[in-house]
């Protein structure tokens, strides 16, 4: 049984079963059975910006080396394929060829592989393999920046006080499992309704709140967004709102290792900024020295680029993070033959 085939029996239920055996543009297998070089199989741009960066820790024009690739740009035959399926198809096409180890495909673990009951359990505790798939350590891609070394710099470079930034900074890191655990809940929350999607589009900096130097969660204010930004009936909202708060409890009880994997990464890493606008709008405005500029210091975090943020992050992530850290993806590479000490 192939690959694919594997993935639906063990789970028949999946969202896309009924795609699973349509085949992606077959081109891209033959290319890379033309090519010499080593490529790399991803769901999206952003996955393609981190493992670029990874690679820049070895070269200066990594595409000079190794051909990294997003299913983005696959050809799915008309049928309704999703980034995921796609790189899960063509890793399975790829096990029928002798350069299958030239290639590696990795792709977003989401919610599988985590006990979601009275905890958050992680069952896997490792990169998931098989064959020349990958799983991410945790949700998804964003989960590798959750530690408060490699947002820092990037938090402190889109400041523009360096008073107010430092002691906005000090209040994240004291807080930062904090944050972790609410963006955890939500998420849970989301899936557990089947509202993901509105939940991540309600996540913003004015729902955090900061008093008493301890981040929480405005249920009221999170309630008026569902009603305003998403039109959800009341019905659907208490469930939502009733949902966080069990999650929450949940979350507090938790190890943290395993919330911070299991967070939907986009929910984590939105907090994460959400959590840093408000202590530093709460932090300038405590200030008389600058308490009449605190809206313009919270705007300018607020105007900064996503991919701004993501690609800092990511940076920070490569420099401080070792090829031999167990929860790093850069093991991903050595298994189509690059080496940290390539040149």
């Known amino acids: 049984v192939g690959l694919v085939s594997a993935l639906y029996l063990a789970n028949p239920k999946n969202e896309a079963s009924a795609s699973l055996f349509q085949q992606p543009d077959k081109d891209f297998v033959a290319a890379v059975g033309m090519s010499k070089l080593p490529h790399i199989l991803l769901e999206g741009s952003q996955d393609k910006d981190f493992f670029t960066r990874m690679c820049e820790t070895i070269w200066k024009v990594p595409k000079r080396h190794v051909n990294i690739a997003t299913a983005e740009q696959l050809n799915s035959d008309g049928s309704i394929l999703g980034n995921r399926d796609k790189v899960e198809i063509v890793c399975d096409l790829v096990l029928q060829h002798s350069f299958q180890s030239r290639f590696i495909g990795f792709v977003d673990r989401e919610f599988r592989g985590f006990a979601l009951h009275e905890s958050v359990g992680d069952d896997l505790r490792t990169h998931w393999c098989c064959g020349r798939l990958v799983w991410s350590r945790g949700h998804s891609i964003e989960n590798y920046l959750f530690e408060f070394d490699v947002v820092r710099r990037a938090l402190l470079d889109c400041s523009t006080n360096g008073e107010v930034a430092g002691i906005a900074l000090e209040v994240l890191e004291e ?26 589009r309600t996540v913003h900096w004015s729902t955090m709140r900061l008093i008493d ?77 600058v308490k009449p500029n605190a809206a313009n210091q919270r705007d300018a975090i607020l105007k900064v680029d996503d991919k701004i943020k993501f690609n800092q992050m990511a940076s920070n992530w490569t420099l401080l993070r070792s090829w031999e850290a167990d929860d790093s993806p850069f093991f991903c590479l050595s298994m189509i033959g690059i080496s940290s000490r390539q040149t």
């Open 175 to 200: 807080q930062f499992p904090q944050v972790i655990r609410i963006a955890c809940a939500l998420g849970l929350t989301g899936k557990e309704y089947n509202e993901l999607g509105v939940v991540r």
């Open 213 to 289: 130097g301890k981040f929480s969660w405005d249920i009221d204010v999170w309630d008026k967004a569902l009603n305003d930004h998403a039109n959800l009936p009341d019905k659907t909202r208490a469930s939502l709102v009733n949902g966080f708060r069990r999650w929450f409890d949940i979350a507090e009880v938790s190890p943290l290792d395993d919330v911070r994997w299991g967070c939907d990464g986009h929910i984590g890493l939105n907090l994460i900024w959400a959590a840093y606008t408000t202590a530093i709008y709460d932090t300038a405005a405590s200030m008389e020295a």
